[in-house]
């Protein structure tokens, strides 16, 4: 090639349509060829040069155990604000205040009305009492208003709504299947 026949800045250089290409080999539908060329590229490129491992940077260990200076969730806490944190996630605060007004009925009602009613069951705002006579049921429906005032001062207002109160539990006087329909039956006995 001579310097005249060489391309200058902006023209681009034509192929020589006397060299030509070899024509590219027909591919087959399952991409075989293709995988053993990939491999002989492979082959060919892994003689030339040894695979070398990178070593990777030193790097230093840090520790990431110690809290600092400053407080910390991992350093030992107080008893009282671990149990207040746990009550506080589970959402248990109420749950705790009124089975503490169960355990000191008596000391919330007065022992008199204590000796004869018990507290059973919480739920949504209602309180159910079960008394030992019907005699006591009457009297502490007649209380109920003041012992409500009381509970929510302890609980907090609006957390006891209503008082249920229940009877004493009866024997039941039926035995066997027949049952008599228009007679008496059993009477209060119980106080």
């Not at 590229?41 to 840090?62: E, G, L, M, V």
């Not at 520790?63 to 506080?88: E, F, V």
């Not at 539990?169 to 228009?182: A, E, N, Q």
Request: proline letters at 8%.
């Amino acid at each position: 090639m001579t310097p005249e026949d060489e391309p200058t800045r902006g023209e681009e250089a034509t192929p020589d349509p006397a060299v030509e290409r070899e024509p590219e080999p027909e591919h087959r539908a399952d991409g075989l060829d293709l995988a053993r060329a990939a491999a002989r590229a492979a082959a060919a490129s892994a003689s030339t040069q040894p695979a070398r491992r990178k070593a990777a940077p030193f790097r230093r260990r840090t520790r990431t155990t110690s809290s600092g200076a400053r407080p910390d969730d991992r350093d030992p806490q107080l008893l009282d604000q671990a149990m207040g944190r746990l009550i506080a996630n589970h959402g248990w605060e109420l749950d705790l205040k009124v089975q503490g007004v169960f355990g000191r009925w008596a000391e919330l009602v007065g022992s008199e009305v204590a000796d004869h009613c018990t507290p059973e069951s919480f739920d949504d705002g209602r309180l159910v009492v079960r008394t030992d006579s019907t005699a006591w049921a009457t009297q502490l429906k007649l209380l109920a208003p003041s012992v409500v005032r009381r509970l929510n001062t302890e609980l907090g207002h609006g957390t006891v709504t209503v008082i249920e109160v229940l009877g004493p539990h009866l024997p039941s006087w039926t035995k066997g299947r027949l049952s008599s329909r228009d007679g008496r039956g059993p009477r209060d006995t119980y106080g």
